[in-house]
C-alpha cells in the first residue's frame, strides 16, 4: 500500500465511450502525474500538476483530459479513444516538484483495454 | 532529450547475486531512481542517487557513476519474491525535473 488509489483496476470501452480514471494520494503531497506504461515501452509521462495546476503536458492527443480539482485528487477523461491506447495508466504522487529529492509513489494503475 | 537502456530480461538463482545494469544520457542530469515492479503492482521506491558512489540499504545496493552515465542495482540474497521488473529512471533538471524511465529489466529468480 502506497497511499496512492486508483479505479477501477480495470476497464474495458469501445471506441465511442466515454469513461473516466480516478486518482487520490492520502499522502498529503502537491504534485501529481499520470503515465502510461504500455508493454515493452518505458513508462512514459502524460501530465503533471503541481498545487492543482497543470506544469506538463507532454504532447498528449486531446482525447486523454485531466483533472485535478485539489491537491489530492486527480483524474483522466477519456473519449473515442483507439485501440493503441490500451496499456496501463499508472497515477503518482510526490511531496514537491522541483526539489532535489523528490521520490514518487505510484498507484497500482489501471488496465485499460480499448475495443 | 534523455536515453535510458538497460536489459530487458534476467534469470538468477535463489541465494545468489544479480546486478542489473543502467546507462543513461541526459543533458542535466539531477538524480536515478530505481523501482520494483511487480507484476500487476504499483512502482515502489528502492533508491536513490545523486552523488557518485555506492548506497546500500539491506539487500538491495545502488551505484552510480555520473561520469560514465551508469548505474547498477545489486541484490543480494535473492528470493523468490524479488521476481520482477527493475525499473531505472533519471531525473532531469532540463526536463522540468521530471523522471524518465527505462523500459524496465524483468529479473526471474528460479530455484
Known amino acids: 500500500e502506497t497511499g496512492v488509489t486508483q479505479t477501477p483496476r480495470h476497464l474495458v470501452m469501445g471506441m465511442t465511450n466515454k469513461k473516466s480514471l480516478k486518482c487520490e494520494q492520502h499522502?498529503?503531497?502537491?504534485?501529481m502525474y499520470w503515465y502510461k506504461q504500455s508493454a515493452k515501452k518505458p513508462l512514459e509521462l502524460m501530465f503533471v500538476?503541481?498545487?492543482?495546476?497543470?506544469?506538463e503536458n507532454n504532447s498528449v492527443p486531446s482525447r486523454f483530459s485531466p483533472e485535478c480539482p485539489n491537491s489530492s485528487h486527480l483524474f483522466l477523461h477519456l473519449h473515442t479513444l483507439q485501440p493503441e491506447d490500451s496499456a496501463l495508466y499508472l497515477c503518482?504522487?510526490?511531496?514537491?516538484?522541483?526539489?532535489?529529492?523528490?521520490?514518487?509513489?505510484f498507484g497500482p494503475g489501471t488496465r485499460l483495454t480499448v475495443l | 532529450g534523455q536515453n535510458i537502456d538497460q536489459p530487458t530480461e534476467m534469470t538468477a538463482t535463489e541465494g545468489a547475486i544479480v546486478q542489473i545494469n543502467c546507462t543513461y544520457q541526459?543533458?542535466?542530469?539531477?538524480?536515478l531512481f530505481w523501482y520494483q515492479q511487480h507484476a500487476g503492482e504499483a512502482p515502489t521506491f528502492l533508491s536513490y542517487?545523486?552523488?557518485?558512489g555506492l548506497e546500500e540499504k539491506g539487500r538491495f545496493s545502488s551505484f552510480l557513476s555520473r561520469s560514465k552515465g551508469y548505474s547498477y542495482l545489486l541484490l543480494k540474497e535473492l528470493q523468490m519474491k524479488d521476481s520482477a521488473s527493475y525499473l531505472c529512471?533519471?531525473?532531469?533538471?532540463?526536463?522540468?525535473?521530471?523522471?524518465?524511465f527505462g523500459t524496465g529489466t524483468r529479473l526471474t529468480v528460479i530455484p
Open positions: 503518482a504522487s510526490s511531496a514537491q516538484l522541483m526539489s532535489s529529492y523528490n521520490e514518487q509513489f
Open positions: 499522502l498529503g503531497h502537491n504534485a
Open positions: 500538476y503541481n498545487f492543482k495546476e497543470q506544469t
Open positions: 541526459t543533458s542535466g542530469f539531477n538524480g
Open positions: 542517487n545523486v552523488l557518485d
Open positions: 529512471a533519471v531525473r532531469d533538471q532540463t526536463g522540468a525535473n521530471n523522471l524518465f
